[in-house]
């Protein structure tokens, strides 16, 4: 990993577009994570767990796909899949209760 303070820049897809919302900002810094999370913006608070699950749904087939794309005679990516999945049930039920720093945002 660099050592540097490195940002990532915002997707060209969204450029023009009428609505666009920053869910999520996730940082490594001295080995520790730092998150800011747009909170409550389900208009059931019920159904936001659920939202979030797709959201990371999502990013785990972005990085599957971003991934394959990387390192193209690598695994496969239903293996990717599954090691992404792996870690995930690993973090969760064996990692720190909070890791880091959460900033949490709403409007």
Do not use: C, Y
Not at 33 to 40: A, E, Q
Not at 66 to 81: L, S, V, W
């Amino acid at each position: 990993m660099s050592t540097e303070k490195r940002e990532l820049k915002s997707p060209p897809s969204i450029e023009g577009t009428d609505t666009a919302q920053e869910m999520i900002r996730f940082w490594i810094a001295d080995n520790t994570d730092h998150v800011s999370l747009r909170v409550g913006e389900a208009a059931d608070p019920a159904t936001e767990p659920t939202m979030w699950g797709f959201i990371l749904g999502d990013i785990a087939k972005h990085v599957t796909d971003a991934f394959k794309d990387h390192h193209p005679d690598g695994p496969e990516k239903e293996e990717i899949i599954k090691e992404i999945v792996t870690g995930f049930l690993n973090r969760i039920q064996f990692g720190p209760k909070s890791p880091g720093d959460v900033q949490k945002m709403g409007d």
